[in-house]
């Protein structure tokens, strides 16, 4: 009886252990299978990633700081490296004088950050109870992302910019409430004036060091409306019909009167709203990827 119980002990252990390495083997494959979805041309390096506020006014620089911390939480988990390039800050208000973002621009460095992270463009939209209003009324609100890819190769950046094609200022980086980051004027911005695109960057310390990231920002910009140019033309020519990003609202966080964030292309929805909003967004993006 003695030797069947240490049988069965022994039998109990090496079901474990072959339990525990299939389940390895098995995250093994599923992160490999992702390579195959992961091909595209800049998709195994990093991202410049930016959020804008658009409609809904302080509510919408408020959900600009909850996506920038939802994507620092996911990219943490991910094990990226983020750096914010540049950050503008809303006016504070509400009842516990939070601050919100008008903008942000970082970067994030990490294997295949791009790849993960470039269907994250378009608009994102948020429904709730709005903490900035007084009789508590629902309100919706919206902001842009956008995921550029950090494009190495300086020869795919070949794209002429003529000096009197640009304004560059100068401005000193501040935080919230105005707090001086820098005592000099470090940060630069730079307005392409025939696309009317504007860049920043107030990371570095160095006035040189910002512009040479800000002009890099926006050769990757252009290269993009480039890049994009021919796609719009090649569908064109196969009568496929040509979406507008700004117009696509790519998702929507339902805070009020139920609780579920869904994806509009993907179809993926998910209830747990904390969760998400604490950058548990695998769900999303392991569909998004899927999506040819």
């Not at 030797?3 to 109990?12: F, R, V």
């Amino acid at each position: 009886m003695q030797d069947l119980s240490e049988l069965s002990k022994e039998d109990e252990i090496l079901k474990s252990e072959l339990e525990q390495k299939y389940q390895v083997l098995e995250d093994k494959v599923n992160k490999e299978s992702f390579r195959v979805f992961l091909s595209g041309r800049y998709d195994k390096g990093g991202v410049i990633f930016s959020i804008y506020s658009g409609a809904g006014g302080v509510d919408a620089q408020d959900w600009v700081a909850m996506l920038l911390r939802m994507y620092q939480r996911y990219c943490e988990s991910k094990g990226f490296k983020v750096k914010v390039l540049h950050q503008s800050f809303g006016e504070p208000g509400g009842p516990d004088g939070r601050i919100g973002v008008k903008s942000v621009t970082f970067e994030i460095q990490g294997s295949y950050a791009y790849g993960f992270l470039k269907k994250e463009t378009g608009v994102h939209r948020l429904v709730r109870i709005s903490p900035f209003s007084s009789q508590k009324l629902r309100h919706t609100s919206f902001a842009f992302v956008e995921a550029l890819p950090e494009i190495i190769k300086d020869e795919e950046l070949k794209i002429e910019i003529k000096p009197e094609d640009i304004k560059i200022d100068t401005f000193r980086a501040s935080g919230p409430g105005g707090q001086n980051v820098n005592k000099r004027d470090t940060a630069i911005r730079i307005v392409h004036l025939p696309t009317k695109i504007s860049v920043s960057c107030q990371s570095e310390r160095l006035q040189g060091l910002n512009r040479d990231k800000a002009m890099k920002m926006l050769r990757v910009k252009l290269y993009q409306i480039k890049e994009k140019e021919k796609e719009k033309k090649l569908a064109e020519a196969k009568g496929e019909a040509v979406s507008i990003e700004w117009g696509s609202q790519i998702r929507s966080y339902i805070l009020h009167p139920y609780q579920m964030i869904k994806d509009h292309r993907t179809k993926v929805e998910s209830s747990n709203i904390e969760e998400v909003l604490d950058g548990n967004l695998d769900e999303f993006i392991e569909a998004e990827i899927k999506i040819k």
